[in-house]
Antibody
Framework: QVQLQESGPGLVKPSQTLSLTCTVS??????????WSWIRQHPGKGLEWIGY???????YYNPSLKSRVTISVDTSKNQFSLKLSSVTAADTAVYYC????????????WGQGTLVTVSS | QSVLTQPPSVSGAPGQRVTISCTGS?????????VHWYQQLPGTAPKLLIY???NRPSGVPDRFSGSKSGTSASLAISGLQAEDEADYYC???????????FGGGTKLTVL
């Protein structure tokens, strides 16, 4: 069974870049078929798709965040990463990484999530 | 901006049946895209509950079922149990977003 684990700073200053990494275990990120996704949840709110990446490197981003988001993959480490630039307090959220089978648009496995707070 | 609309809250007594609706539009559910449902227990990550409108992943009790018609979908939970108290989210692909779109979530309270 695939397991995902987010890691990265829990506190980021305004205007800086938020950087998170998701480590995948129990399966190869480059085995093909899956997309690898980032989703966030503002405190007490619903879920927002940030973007996803295919193992080949093809990326798809939420248009509302596209200008600030970069998702990349490191197949040698079985990891994929999120960078969100020019953060503000509105980017404070729990960030989840998840796997998306190529056959569907749903997320079948999720990481436990990591809270990122944007504050000076 | 595309939205999937869910009721903010529903409630039911143990043993009862409740349904949660999810209303979309022509750019998502109405376009024929599948609807999926997630359960989020307090303080935990969402868990896939229903995929492809009415399919349950291994380990999900058959008390949970999904349906879809037109621009809407529903999640039904029968034989309510205290452990079902959670937030439930619907999700579909949206062509305007070119990605997955989530509903606002519904808080289920077991009375």
């Amino acid at each position: 069974q695939v397991q995902l684990q987010e890691s990265g700073p829990g506190l980021v200053k305004p205007s800086q870049t938020l950087s998170l990494t998701c480590t995948v275990s129990g399966g190869s990120i480059s085995s093909g078929g899956n997309y690898w996704s980032w989703i966030r949840q503002h405190p007490g709110k619903g879920l927002e798709w940030i973007g996803y990446i295919y193992y080949s490197g093809s990326t798809y981003y939420n248009p509302s965040l596209k200008s600030r988001v970069t998702i990349s993959v490191d197949t040698s480490k079985n990891q994929f990463s999120l960078k969100l630039s020019s953060v503000t307090a509105a980017d404070t959220a729990v960030y989840y990484c998840a796997s998306v089978p190529g056959s569907g648009s749903y997320s079948d496995y999720w990481g436990q999530g990591t809270l990122v707070t944007v504050s000076s | 901006q595309s939205v999937l609309t869910q009721p903010p809250s529903v409630s039911g007594a143990p043993g009862q049946r409740v349904t949660i609706s999810c209303t979309g539009s022509s750019s998502n559910i109405g376009a024929g895209y599948d609807v999926h449902w997630y359960q989020q227990l307090p303080g935990t990550a969402p868990k896939l509950l229903i995929y492809g409108n009415n399919n349950r992943p291994s380990g999900v009790p058959d008390r949970f079922s999904g349906s879809k018609s037109g621009t809407s979908a529903s999640l039904a939970i029968s034989g309510l149990q205290a452990e079902d108290e959670a937030d439930y989210y619907c999700q579909s692909y949206d062509s305007s977003l070119s990605g997955p779109l989530f509903g606002g979530g519904t808080k289920l309270t077991v009375l």
